[in-house]
């Protein structure tokens, strides 16, 4: 209102040029946000591809009765279609878990979804099968997500 009635003192018989100026100036910032919109969204479609390749690769390659533990818990019980187990804060509990839970068959640690500390090096640190792989990097030497068979 600001804007009119300052144009409206200017040119007092131009209501309709500051109606149309106006007009123009949120049709302009209108379309500045649905392009800035647009963008993020189309930057954003693959920012989860390997956790929906995973759960994909999961749901092909697990029994239906196999739990997963992962932090990326909405994307594989999406993708997968299988139970799964989310990370405790420590390794120290998972540890318990696995005593009592003989279906938790599968570990799967990403950046793209923080995992506790400690998930990073527990595959290696108890010989787990790595059997399923994403990389940042065509070398594949910079791991998204990994998946690991728990033997």
């Known amino acids: 209102m600001k804007i009119y009635n300052f144009i409206n003192k200017k040119y007092p018989n131009h209501k309709i040029f500051a ?14 946000q649905i392009v800035s919109a ?10 989860y591809a390997e956790i929906k390749q995973a759960g994909l690769w999961l749901k092909q390659n697990t029994l239906p009765s196999e ?24 390794a120290e509990e998972f540890d318990e878990l696995l005593k ?12 793209v979804q923080n995992s506790p500390p400690w998930t ?10 790595p059997v399923e ?12 997500l990994v998946i690991y068979r728990i033997d």
């Open 19 to 32: 109606i149309l100026l106006i007009l123009l100036f949120l049709g302009y910032v209108g379309y500045v």
């Open 38 to 47: 647009d963008n993020l969204t189309k930057s954003r479609v693959a920012s």
């Open 100 to 111: 009592k839970n003989q279906e938790i068959n599968y570990f799967m640690v990403s950046i």
């Open 133 to 144: 792989a994403y990389f940042a990097d065509i070398q594949q030497t910079q791991p998204l």
């Open 67 to 90: 739990i997963i533990a992962t932090q990326s818990i909405h994307h594989i019980v999406y993708y997968a279609d299988r139970e799964i187990q989310l990370f405790p804060e420590t």
């Open 120 to 129: 990073y090096t527990y595959p290696q640190e108890n010989n787990f099968t």
